[in-house]
C-alpha cells in the first residue's frame, strides 16, 4: 500500500515538475521579448534625444524676428 502511495506521489511531483519548467521556459521567452523592446525603445530614445538636443541649440541660435 504504502509503495503505491509513494508511486502516486512520485508520478504527481513529475507531472509538477513538467508543468514547472514548461512555465519557467514561457516566462524566459516573455522576458527576452521585453528586454528585445526596451532595447529598442532605448535606442529610440537616445537617438531622438541627440537630434533634439540639436534641433534646440540650433533653435537658441536663430535671431528672433
Known amino acids: 500500500m504504502a509503495k503505491r502511495f509513494f508511486d502516486y506521489k512520485e508520478k ?13 521556459a ?3 521567452a516573455h522576458t527576452e521579448r521585453l528586454e528585445q523592446r526596451v532595447r529598442v525603445l532605448e535606442r529610440i530614445a537616445t537617438d531622438r ?12 541660435d536663430q535671431p528672433l524676428n
Open 12 to 24: 504527481q511531483l513529475e507531472a509538477q515538475a513538467g508543468l514547472t519548467a514548461e512555465k519557467a
Open 26 to 28: 514561457q516566462y524566459a
Open 49 to 60: 534625444g541627440s537630434d533634439i538636443a540639436g534641433e534646440i541649440d540650433r533653435l537658441r
